[in-house]
T-cell receptor, first 112, second 115 residues
């Protein structure tokens, strides 16, 4: 059974810092891995999607990497801003079931 | 511009009183999903529709049902809400692909409170 874990559960950093969020998964049989952002009380916004054949994807200040063999992904946020404060969820799409399996998220607070 | 719309955004119901949550999409995607997300937890898939075919997750309580009258709309019916059903309910859509290339698009969610 695929399990997705995100560490840390919460993170607080001063504005301007570069930071890394971690995601690990137990089964490498995946189609892709996706990072989402969730603001309090809101839905999910897709940030980056990495196909299983890819190593990384970039969008603006965000860079996501994928190491399928070791079951790990990282989300790198450069020059963090208070507006980056949110919960970041990692999800893998299982190639066995086609379903999206989520981690519990990392809640990020960027202090001005 | 809204692609996946959920109504209402906030729903309050009483213990045991049936409630229906609504999802609509303008993307013409053939797959629609309902997820339940409790506070500080990961979203959990309840069921999904592949076109008109309904696919229930094994651990989804019988209290939860769904209807998809057409491509654009999907409803989540909670027959007898309990306090434990208070959660954010997320609707998502995708265009089916066998290669797993397509992403799911999520709506803003409906936060359900059970009194």
């Amino acid at each position: 059974k695929q399990e997705v874990t995100q560490i840390p559960a919460a993170l607080s950093v001063p504005e301007g810092e570069n930071l890394v969020l971690n995601c690990s998964f137990t089964d490498s049989a995946i189609y892709n891995l996706q990072w989402f952002r969730q603001d309090p009380g809101k839905g999910l916004t897709s940030l980056l999607l990495i196909q299983s054949s890819q190593r990384e994807q970039t969008s603006g200040r965000l860079n996501a990497s994928l190491d399928k063999s070791s079951g790990r992904s990282t989300l790198y946020i450069a020059a963090s801003q208070p507006g980056d404060s949110a919960t970041y969820l990692c999800a893998v799409r299982s190639s066995n079931t086609g379903k999206l399996i989520f981690g519990q998220g990392t809640t990020l607070q960027v202090k001005p | 511009d809204a692609m996946v719309i959920q109504n209402p955004r906030y729903q309050v119901t009483q213990f045991g009183k049936p409630v229906t949550l609504s999802c609509s999409q303008t993307l013409n995607h053939n797959v629609m999903y309902w997820y339940q997300q409790k506070s500080s937890q990961a979203p959990k898939l309840l069921f999904h529709y592949y076109d008109k075919d309904f696919n229930n997750e094994a651990d989804t309580p019988d209290n939860f049902q769904s209807r998809r009258p057409n491509t654009s709309f999907c409803f989540l019916d909670i027959r007898s809400p309990g306090l434990g059903d208070a959660a954010m309910y997320l609707c998502a859509t995708s265009r089916d692909d066998s290669g797993g290339l397509n992403t799911q698009y999520f709506g803003p969610g409906t936060r359900l409170t059970v009194l």
